[in-house]
């Protein structure tokens, strides 16, 4: 018991918020801080990810120029998903696709799938001592065609910083069905910036195209804003530390704050960096999952495209640890 607090939420807790004016009017928001220096802002109306995160008060992640956008306004044809695409600390990419716009099967695939503009449903919140839980479930479903449900939840430690997110996604469809999953991370000012610390251990990097190749050399060394800068991706094959586990991480001594991303590489094989340092689209994207983000077709004609049989559960899990010490940061690698 805490006799100085006349209500939990004066130091830490979970409060539910509704967003006014623009194309974000109506959106539902869940808050949830430790009072220890994290605080998340989780988008109920776009799949329950995490818009904004913040920690000891400075900005972890990357709010795009579209800024919150609410699903009415998503457009799946070509590219118009950028029209939509508010990126926030992380944005769920898949499940019928997670990279480019195509044509697969006679099915149009929308950039990065439609789960990421796919209102969730808050199931419950829960709190102990030592974490607040938040639970949604996410509904992709089809009459005469693909059902896929997310379980997701979310676990705000309350006794160091940190939070972790849990997903279960079963097919209940009678087909197995193609199945991509991706956490688009976006990382952005003040934790990136040119002197920002980039760490992916790795075994294999490779490049997406010409532009990426011939700077490849300088993939994980940050860069001040640009002009006309062309974006650039590759593609790692992560090691897996002491812990079992791959961790990825970034760490800016500008302002002593970083995070360390954690999870299993049986879970989340591909590793995808998103390198793009141009004015005003100033970002990076750490991107973990089950699929490198290219086009559906391409994986089906490479014969990597996953699949999610009927009645088949795929379970995945991150956890974002933060630190103030860059001693602290460097003993995750």
């Known amino acids: 018991?805490?006799?100085?607090?006349?209500?939990?939420?004066?130091?830490?807790?979970?409060?539910?918020?509704?967003?006014?004016?623009?194309?974000?009017?109506?959106?539902?928001?869940?808050?949830?801080?430790?009072?220890?220096?994290?605080?998340?802002?989780?988008?109920?109306?776009?799949?329950a990810d995490p818009s904004?995160?913040?920690?000891?008060?400075?900005?972890?992640?990357?709010?795009?120029?579209?800024?919150?956008?609410?699903?009415?306004?998503?457009?799946r044809t070509g590219l118009n998903f950028l029209k939509s695409f508010n990126s926030g600390f992380f944005t769920t990419c898949g499940f019928d696709g997670a990279?480019?716009?195509?044509?697969?099967?006679?099915?149009?695939?929308?950039?990065?799938?439609?789960?990421?503009?796919?209102?969730?449903?808050?199931?419950?919140?829960?709190?102990?001592?030592?974490?607040?839980?938040?639970?949604?479930?996410?509904?992709?479903?089809t009459i005469f065609g693909r059902k896929f449900v997310l379980k997701r939840t979310y676990t705000l430690s309350y006794i160091e910083n940190?939070?972790?997110?849990?997903?279960?996604?079963?097919?209940?469809?009678?087909?197995?069905?193609?199945?991509?999953?991706?956490?688009?991370?976006?990382?952005?000012?003040?934790?990136?910036?040119?002197?920002s610390i980039v760490r992916f251990p790795n075994s294999k990097i490779w490049a997406n195209d010409k532009n990426a190749v011939a700077h490849i050399d300088t993939a994980l060394v940050m860069e001040k804003p640009q002009a006309n800068y062309a974006e650039r991706c590759y593609f790692f094959d992560a090691k897996t530390h002491s812990n079992g586990l791959v961790n990825n991480g970034i760490?800016?001594?500008?302002?002593?704050a970083g995070?360390?991303?954690?999870?299993?590489?049986?879970?989340?094989?591909?590793?995808?960096?998103?390198?793009?340092?141009?004015?005003?689209d100033y970002v990076l994207g750490i991107e973990p999952g089950n699929v490198n983000p290219c086009p559906r077709n391409k994986m089906r004609e490479q014969g990597v495209l996953p699949f999610l049989g009927s009645e088949e559960t795929y379970d995945s899990e991150i956890t974002f640890s933060f630190t103030d010490n860059i001693n602290q940061f460097n003993s995750k690698f």
């Not at 044509?103 to 969730?120: C, F, K, M, S, V």
């Not at 954690?262 to 340092?277: A, G, R, V």
């Open 162 to 195: 940190s939070f972790k997110v849990s997903d279960s996604i079963t097919n209940y469809g009678d087909n197995s069905e193609p199945f991509c999953l991706l956490y688009h991370c976006n990382m952005g000012y003040p934790l990136l910036s040119e002197n």
């Open 52 to 75: 904004r995160v913040t920690f000891n008060g400075k900005n972890m992640s990357y709010t795009s120029p579209c800024g919150q956008v609410a699903p009415a306004y998503y457009d």
């Open 259 to 280: 995070l360390i991303m954690s999870y299993k590489k049986e879970q989340l094989p591909c590793l995808t960096e998103w390198k793009m340092m141009g004015k005003y």
């Open 99 to 141: 990279g480019g716009p195509c044509t697969d099967n006679g099915e149009e695939i929308g950039l990065h799938g439609r789960i990421g503009n796919t209102p969730a449903v808050i199931d419950g919140i829960f709190e102990t001592e030592d974490a607040v839980t938040a639970i949604f479930t996410v509904r992709d479903c």
């Open 1 to 47: 018991m805490n006799y100085y607090v006349g209500h939990p939420n004066q130091t830490r807790g979970a409060e539910h918020y509704v967003l006014k004016g623009g194309k974000g009017e109506g959106m539902n928001f869940l808050y949830l801080r430790n009072g220890l220096g994290l605080e998340l802002w989780i988008s109920v109306d776009r799949c």
């Open 251 to 256: 760490f800016n001594p500008d302002i002593d």
